[in-house]
């Protein structure tokens, strides 16, 4: 296919530091959900610590976005999260289960990298829920309908013998969580080769779970974070139906090629729209937040007919 996958939006990037009312280094890596008709952003930001903090903007078209006063998710400083947040809150993912919207996030500290749940429901009020990793797992996504009863995610733990792979996970209450099995590898000498990850939470198609995810290469530049997607099946997701040989999305505009963390596209959220498209939004070098326009039909058609192997 000659044509871009993922049409980059024209006034790209959409979210910026300088549209933030409170100081901040970055913005991006932001979930974004549409609640009652608005788009929900919740995006990552460094401040000038090197730590991170999570911010909300709004937006009535999915591209033009404006930010709340203040941060929406600050590192608890007191309680049971605290020493689990000491270091930042990262990466927010946002899945609507029922009728409340549950956030996955990182968490940092001394201890390592885990995972926390806080819930929702209307972007005002939000409250800590459980930590529900242990140390050394980054991006969860939450699929948001369960399946013969139980909960469902993507998750991906580090591990130092095999390159870090995509896994899934069920559980009765969305705290306790097990049967993992690991469902995708990075595949030998492919643009994803490094590492892989989930980036937006699965949004439901006719054929199937549609999951966009991240996957790294490493050169003698560094690292290259590109766009893949792949397809898991609606009644059971732990089938893995397909798994884009080619990636959708890479580097390519300065602001993805150049910023604070050169070449990288890394997403966290991507909504379905009612004509068939659908929206990606991806952090730009850990530094802008950018989005782009796919169809559902051409994602679909390059898991189920140009497929590479899943592992
Ligand atoms: C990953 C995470 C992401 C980041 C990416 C590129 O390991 O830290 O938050 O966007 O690296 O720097």
Not at 60 to 73: Q, T
Not at 99 to 109: P, V
Not at 166 to 192: Q, T, V
Request: net charge negative.
């Amino acid at each position: 296919m000659k044509r871009d996958i993922v049409r980059r939006y024209a006034h790209n990037p959409i979210l910026t530091k300088d549209q933030i009312p409170y100081a901040v280094e970055t913005v991006h890596n932001a979930a974004v959900v549409k609640h009652a008709g608005v788009y929900i952003m919740l995006f990552r930001s460094h401040l000038r610590t090197g730590r991170s903090i999570i911010g909300l903007a709004r937006s009535h078209d999915g591209f033009r976005f404006e930010a709340d006063p203040l941060p929406f998710l600050v590192p608890e400083r007191e309680g049971p999260f605290a020493a689990s947040e000491e270091f930042g809150v990262e990466d927010p993912r946002v899945t609507r289960l029922g009728d409340d919207y549950f956030i996955t996030y990182s968490a940092y500290s001394r201890s390592g990298v885990r995972i926390a749940l806080a819930k929702t429901s209307d972007f005002t009020q939000v409250e800590r829920v459980s930590l529900i990793t242990q140390a050394d797992h980054r991006n969860v996504v939450l699929f948001p309908e369960k399946f013969n009863g139980l909960y469902a995610r993507l998750d991906r733990p580090h591990s130092e013998i095999t390159p870090w792979s995509i896994w899934i996970s069920y559980s009765p209450d969305l705290c306790f969580w097990g049967r993992s099995e690991l469902l995708i590898k990075p595949e030998p000498y492919h643009w994803d080769e490094m590492k892989i990850g989930p980036g937006a939470p699965p949004f439901k198609t006719e054929r199937g779970w549609l999951s966009i995810y991240h996957g790294v290469f490493r050169t003698m530049d560094g690292a290259i974070y590109r766009l893949g997607v792949a397809l898991h099946d609606l009644q059971n997701p732990a089938r893995v139906i397909g798994v884009s040989d080619s990636w959708i999305l890479q580097p390519e505009d300065v602001w993805e090629t150049t910023g604070y963390v050169h070449n990288v596209v890394f997403t966290c959220g991507a909504v379905p729209e009612p004509d068939g498209t659908v929206k990606i939004y991806w952090g730009a070098a850990d530094t802008v937040m950018c989005v782009g326009e796919a169809n559902v039909s051409d994602l679909l058609d390059l898991c189920l007919n140009h497929s590479r192997p899943a592992k």
